[in-house]
């Protein structure tokens, strides 16, 4: 048994919910189930996300997109990526 396995459970053996035998990726997967969202929350949100998609694709360039919603390059550009795949990483 790993040692982060081993932690978690030592934690779970005084947790009053009883998790002591459910798993880390268990819980995820139930959490998931749950309708819980995993990670970072989004830096824009989803009607900011469709019009900076939109403006990108009437010909804005990321900078100007970047500077405008006050987050990177990168950022616009992940969204950018997320439109042509269709999905987001969950």
Known sequence: MALSDRLLRGHADRHPSGAADVLPAEGRSRARKR???MGR???LTEPQQDEARKRRAEGATLAELAR???VGK???SRLA???LR???KT
Do not use: L, M, N
């Open 35 to 37: 309708g819980q969202r």
């Open 41 to 43: 929350k989004p830096k």
């Open 68 to 70: 405008s919603y006050g």
């Open 74 to 76: 990168s950022t616009i």
């Open 81 to 83: 990526a997320i439109s």
């Open 86 to 88: 269709g999905t987001r």
